[in-house]
Nanobody, 122 residues
Framework: QVRLVETGGGLVQAGGSLRLSCAASMRSFDSYAMGWFRQTLGKEREFVAA????????QYSDSVKGRFTISRDNTNNTVTLQMNRLQADDTGIYYC???????????????WGQGTQVTISA
């Protein structure tokens, strides 16, 4: 049984920072690529960032590149999204996900967390 639990969401002013964490309860965590997606009401789930099983490959959406950093700790089965210089359009529910490889399509991932709300005030 796989369980992904996101923490760290909240309300922050524009220009501020948040750090999201995802704790994974799963076998062979270090064989999965991990990703973050976000979604706002009425919109499709949007790719944010992903990291390969080893951490050696990372991918970011253009909208967060240079502001967000994804990392992972295979010893503790966690993946982290450090978000800096937050903007109002970063608001949304952020989901942690696990899959076989780094991809930008949500359908490419096998497991999803319940999400954590991030709200950026102007």
């Amino acid at each position: 049984q796989v369980r992904l639990v996101e923490t760290g969401g909240g309300l922050v002013q524009a220009g501020g920072s948040l750090r999201l964490s995802c704790a994974a309860s799963m076998r062979s965590f270090d064989s999965y690529a991990m990703g973050w997606f976000r979604q706002t009401l009425g919109k499709e789930r949007e790719f944010v960032a992903a990291i390969s099983w080893s951490g050696g490959s990372k991918q970011y959406s253009d909208s967060v590149k240079g502001r967000f950093t994804i990392s992972r700790d295979n010893t503790n089965n966690t993946v982290t999204l450090q978000m800096n210089r937050l903007q109002a359009d970063d608001t949304g529910i952020y989901y942690c996900t696990a899959g076989n490889t780094v991809m930008t399509r949500p359908g490419a991932y096998d497991y999803w967390g319940q999400g954590t709300q991030v709200t950026i005030s102007a």
